[in-house]
């Protein structure tokens, strides 16, 4: 199968459309990574996404509707906090996760009697998902485990030949995927944290939990038990309080000859001063829209990235720390 790039206009929407009606799937962009969807009401092509990604079986997929969608069609029960959340926070980086209705194929939800809502605000998805007019189930764009991606080129890498149309919405602002929110409780849940913060989310519910799964504890959002977000090099993390350790690390392997590269906060790399840095920013926002690219970078250029983890570690930060901690073979 060809794989075609094309930017987002009257005649490439109407090829989306055309794909998604036949049960085939389109990649494009959204402002946090780029999306793989199909529609979410045909289990055939739900399938596909997981073939193609080669995705566990039991991963719930997100359900992607643009920002007049009607969601009484797909979900049920929805609570107050979760109308003033999406309200405050949709469209945007924020997925809500809600009683299914029982209209989305099962496959979907891998069983689970809810669905995750997402509204993206890229201008691009909103004109795909209203070119379809469909509910569109996705994950990310991208290989399972592999780092997700954040440009149509990332995507091309990953699926070329296995797709038949990539839509270029260009470089993805957000860089780190969506917050998931589980909102079938008395108060919002944090299953996955990103752009939108638990602080953000307390502020307009009330309150905000975050879930923590213990040792042998069933995990409620499934995809948060697997090893993600890998670059296709060795990797290694150290705590900030441990950067030089990180350092003296880097010294040791060069010194063996082995292409080692630091991932760090710009402060730290001035204070390294040492050459090969992937460079993240300076805040947590900084850090999301860097982190991908630079992983995807650090794997062409890299044999060994070592990664410093952040000094601060609330809000944005909570989320980078879950993708670094991940992507570097940690315990997330
Ligand atoms: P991805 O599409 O790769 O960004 O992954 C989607 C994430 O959302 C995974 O961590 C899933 O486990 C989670 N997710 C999707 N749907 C649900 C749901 N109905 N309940 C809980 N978590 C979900
Ligand atoms: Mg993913």
Same mark, same amino acid.
């Given at each position: 199968?060809?794989? +075609?790039?094309?930017?987002?206009?009257?005649?490439?929407?109407f090829?989306?459309?055309?794909?998604?009606e036949?049960?085939?799937?389109?990649?494009? !962009?959204?402002?946090?990574?780029?999306?793989?969807?199909?529609?979410?009401?045909?289990?055939?092509?739900?399938?596909?996404i997981y073939?193609?990604?080669?995705? !566990?079986?039991d991963?719930?997929?997100?359900?992607h509707?643009?920002?007049?969608?009607?969601?009484?069609? $797909? =979900?049920?029960?929805?609570?107050?906090?979760? /109308?003033?959340?999406?309200?405050?926070?949709? !469209?945007?980086p924020?997925? $809500?996760?809600l009683?299914s209705r029982?209209?989305?194929?099962?496959? =979907?939800?891998?069983?689970?009697?809810?669905?995750? $809502? #997402?509204?993206p605000? @890229?201008?691009?998805?909103?004109?795909?998902?209203?070119?379809?007019?469909l509910?569109?189930?996705?994950?990310s764009?991208?290989?399972?485990?592999?780092?997700?991606?954040?440009t149509?080129? @990332?995507?091309y890498?990953?699926l070329?030949?296995?797709? !038949?149309?990539?839509?270029?919405?260009?470089?993805?602002?957000?860089?780190?995927?969506?917050?998931?929110?589980?909102?079938?409780?008395?108060?919002?849940?944090?299953?996955?944290?990103g752009?939108v913060? #638990?602080e953000?989310?307390?502020?307009?519910?009330?309150d905000?939990?975050?879930?923590i799964p213990?040792?042998?504890?069933? =995990? #409620?959002?499934p995809g948060?038990?697997?090893?993600?977000?890998?670059?296709?090099?060795?990797?290694?993390?150290?705590?900030y309080e441990?950067?030089?350790k990180?350092?003296e690390?880097?010294?040791? +392997?060069r010194?063996?000859?082995?292409?080692?590269?630091?991932?760090?906060?710009?402060?730290?790399?001035r204070?390294?001063?040492?050459?090969?840095?992937?460079?993240?920013?300076?805040?947590?926002?900084?850090?999301?829209?860097?982190?991908?690219?630079? /992983? #995807?970078?650090g794997?062409?250029?890299?044999?060994?990235i070592i990664a410093?983890?952040?000094?601060?570690?609330?809000g944005?930060?909570?989320g980078?720390?879950?993708?670094?901690?991940?992507?570097?073979?940690?315990?997330?």
């Amino acid at each position: 199968m060809e794989t +075609q790039i094309l930017k987002p206009d009257e005649n490439s929407l109407f090829a989306a459309k055309k794909i998604i009606e036949e049960g085939g799937l389109v990649a494009f !962009p959204t402002e946090t990574v780029y999306g793989l969807g199909a529609n979410a009401f045909d289990g055939d092509a739900v399938k596909k996404i997981y073939e193609v990604k080669g995705r !566990p079986q039991d991963n719930p997929l997100i359900v992607h509707v643009h920002k007049d969608y009607d969601i009484s069609r $797909i =979900v049920c029960d929805i609570p107050d906090y979760a /109308l003033k959340l999406a309200k405050k926070f949709q !469209p945007g980086p924020l997925t $809500i996760v809600l009683k299914s209705r029982g209209t989305v194929s099962p496959i =979907v939800s891998c069983g689970l009697d809810t669905i995750g $809502i #997402r509204v993206p605000s @890229h201008p691009d998805a909103q004109k795909f998902l209203k070119a379809v007019e469909l509910p569109i189930a996705a994950p990310s764009a991208n290989v399972s485990k592999h780092v997700s991606p954040v440009t149509a080129q @990332h995507v091309y890498a990953d699926l070329n030949g296995k797709i !038949p149309l990539i839509l270029d919405g260009g470089k993805c602002s957000g860089g780190i995927e969506s917050t998931v929110l589980d909102c079938t409780g008395e108060i919002p849940c944090v299953l996955r944290s990103g752009l939108v913060t #638990r602080e953000m989310i307390a502020e307009v519910a009330g309150d905000c939990g975050v879930f923590i799964p213990k040792k042998g504890e069933k =995990v #409620r959002s499934p995809g948060m038990k697997y090893k993600h977000y890998s670059p296709n090099c060795r990797t290694m993390l150290f705590p900030y309080e441990e950067r030089e350790k990180a350092l003296e690390e880097y010294e040791r +392997q060069r010194a063996e000859g082995v292409n080692a590269w630091i991932m760090c906060e710009n402060s730290v790399a001035r204070e390294f001063g040492t050459d090969k840095i992937l460079a993240l920013g300076e805040n947590g926002e900084e850090f999301a829209a860097n982190l991908y690219d630079k /992983l #995807r970078e650090g794997e062409k250029v890299a044999e060994l990235i070592i990664a410093v983890a952040p000094k601060e570690q609330g809000g944005v930060m909570a989320g980078v720390m879950n993708r670094l901690t991940k992507a570097c073979g940690g315990q997330g």
